[in-house]
């Protein structure tokens, strides 16, 4: 039985960089964007000042996705490979992006109701991060309720790759379900927008990349941190009881 | 395919044989030997025989236990009585509320059945039966699947019915199309169904966890299912204007999930 030794103490040196270097440059871009967007984008005509929250809203709706899309990618490759690093990313990932996710959920209303004049309404893009939110929130719970470590590895992939495979029919069933209703922002890779919009734009995809990277970049070692703990909890309680046996014996 | 000529050992049926033909005959009788040992035939027809095995086991249980039809029925006449005492149906039209009436009282019962599919498998460790029959995992969802969408319809069949006549709608006209609408979406909710039966049966509250998965993976099913179905109790046809295009997505969704199911059952029969 090879134990882990204190490995995971001493980090290997790039990883304790990334670990330092990641969050400071989300919180540094996070700082950044909150500036440009009060003081340097320019005012929108029609929503006026209420519009800024945009640049926190839309980015974070963006990057929830990618973050879904590791998962879908780590769960195919844990079930590939059956190496706990996959199961370890696809974990960290859904739990990044339920975080992002929500981010998207809660700034919405504040946007929508001095906009729409109301908190919530049942348009297409709204229902369809609500949706997402819920199938993601049924892959933790799946987790929480699986106790056998390897069981609830394959079953999270499962609901990884088959939660992910109904994001896109959500997204198209749910704008038939609205019929053609207008969009809230026609936004094509930042086309649409005015010059210092776009770049205020850009700027909270990149806060919210970095924030990604930097919740990956911590969670992922602590993950193996939980695997290790597990293993020598699993192990010590063998020790014992074959001790527990021996004395039987003797 | 040549049968193997007779089970005797390769080097006494050629004796005056070359060594050449020697081996290829005993290659080829190794080849029949193991071709023997993992049975009959490995073919589409023979795992689509086996999943039908599988299938008629769960019918035969059920016929003789009646352990699921009658108490989805019962439910979901339950919930039809629950949802009139919700709507007014002294005012309002039944063919606008009716969709999402019929719905909610057809998915309620059939997840419990789905839960209860492979409660039935785990107790006796019967799954592990199952597992050492020569079929393949894809094999086994797929006739557990045609069980449920067995259990599903047959519900179904005894709900609509009933349903016209406590609403006071016309289901005549309309019978074909509904019952077509109604058969698409309940096929694609069973995929979905017996997936997540299998996996929640093996963690703790499975039966809280298989609703939460169940219904926020099949949204979009649930969304074709309701407008399809307003659509055809308001005399619509099945190729008009949108309805087309959510039964196209429906099936769609039938068999990205299916395909799904199938492929990644695997992974959740192992120990």
Same mark, same amino acid.
């Given at each position: ?250 | ?88 149906? %002294?005012?309002?039209? /039944?063919?606008?509320?009716? +969709?999402? #009436? @019929? ?6 019962? *059939? =997840?419990? &059945? ?48 009933? %349903?016209?006549?406590? /609403?006071?709608?016309?289901? +005549?006209? #309309? @019978? ?6 109604? *058969? =698409?979406? &309940? ?85």
């Amino acid at each position: 039985m090879s134990l882990p030794g204190p490995a995971r103490a001493d980090r290997p040196g790039w990883l304790a960089a990334a670990q330092m270097l990641l969050p400071l440059i989300a919180g540094g871009m996070a700082i950044a964007t909150l500036y440009g967007a009060f003081f340097y984008a320019a005012r929108e005509k029609t929503m006026g000042d209420v519009q800024r929250i945009f640049y926190f809203h839309a980015p974070a709706g963006i990057m929830c996705f990618l973050a879904f899309f590791v998962t879908f990618l780590a769960s195919i490759a844990y079930l590939r490979t059956r190496r706990r690093i996959w199961d370890i990313v696809g974990h960290s990932s859904v739990e990044a992006g339920m975080l992002l996710t929500s981010i998207v959920l809660l700034t919405g209303p504040f946007w929508a109701r001095p906009v729409w004049g109301t908190w919530w309404t049942w348009e297409a893009r709204l229902v369809w991060t609500l949706v997402l939110w819920m199938i993601y929130a049924g892959y933790l719970l799946l987790r929480r309720y699986t106790d056998d470590p390897d069981q609830q590895a394959r079953f999270a992939a499962v609901m990884g790759i088959v939660g992910f495979l109904d994001v896109p029919i959500v997204y198209y069933s749910v704008h038939w379900w609205r019929g053609h209703h207008p969009l809230v922002l026609k936004v094509s890779g930042g086309g649409g927008l005015e010059p210092t919009m776009r770049i205020v734009f850009l700027g909270g995809i990149i806060t919210y990349l970095f924030l990604y990277m930097a919740l990956m970049a911590l969670r992922v070692p602590l993950g193996r941190m939980e695997d290790d703990l597990r293993r020598l909890e699993a192990s010590s309680r063998a020790r014992a009881r074959g001790r527990r046996d021996m004395a039987r014996v003797t | 395919m040549n049968p193997p000529p007779a089970v005797t050992p390769a080097g006494a049926a050629a004796p005056a044989a070359t060594p050449d033909s020697q081996a290829a005959h005993a290659a080829r009788a190794d080849h029949h030997a193991a071709r023997r040992a993992r049975g009959p035939d490995m073919g589409v027809r023979a795992e689509l025989a086996r999943a039908a095995l599988v299938a008629a086991k769960d019918l035969r249980i059920e016929m003789r236990s009646l352990d699921n039809v009658p108490a989805m029925f019962f439910f979901a006449l339950l919930v039809l009585v629950i949802l009139s005492f919700g709507f007014d149906f %002294s005012t309002a039209k /039944f063919s606008d509320v009716g +969709a999402g #009436v @019929l719905w909610v009282a057809f998915v309620f019962p *059939a =997840v419990l &059945s789905f839960g209860h599919a492979f409660a039935l498998e785990r107790d006796g460790e019967c799954l592990s039966g199952l597992r050492l029959t020569p079929a393949d995992a894809g094999t086994l969802y797929l006739g557990k699947l045609a069980a449920n969408i067995v259990f599903m319809l047959a519900m179904e069949a005894a709900i609509l019915p009933l %349903s016209a006549v406590l /609403f006071g709608y016309d289901l +005549a006209p #309309v @019978l074909a199309p509904l019952a077509f609408v109604i *058969a =698409v979406h &309940s096929v694609g909710f069973c995929a979905v169904g017996t997936l997540f039966g299998a996996m929640t049966a093996r963690t703790r509250r499975g039966d809280v966890l298989l609703p939460i998965l169940l219904f926020s993976v099949s949204v979009p099913l649930m969304l074709a299912a309701v407008r399809t179905t307003s659509a055809v109790l308001n005399g619509g046809g099945l190729w008009d204007g949108l309805t087309k295009t959510w039964l196209v997505m429906t099936c769609l969704f039938d068999l990205v999930f299916t395909t799904a199911a199938w492929l990644s059952f695997q992974y959740l029969l192992e120990e």
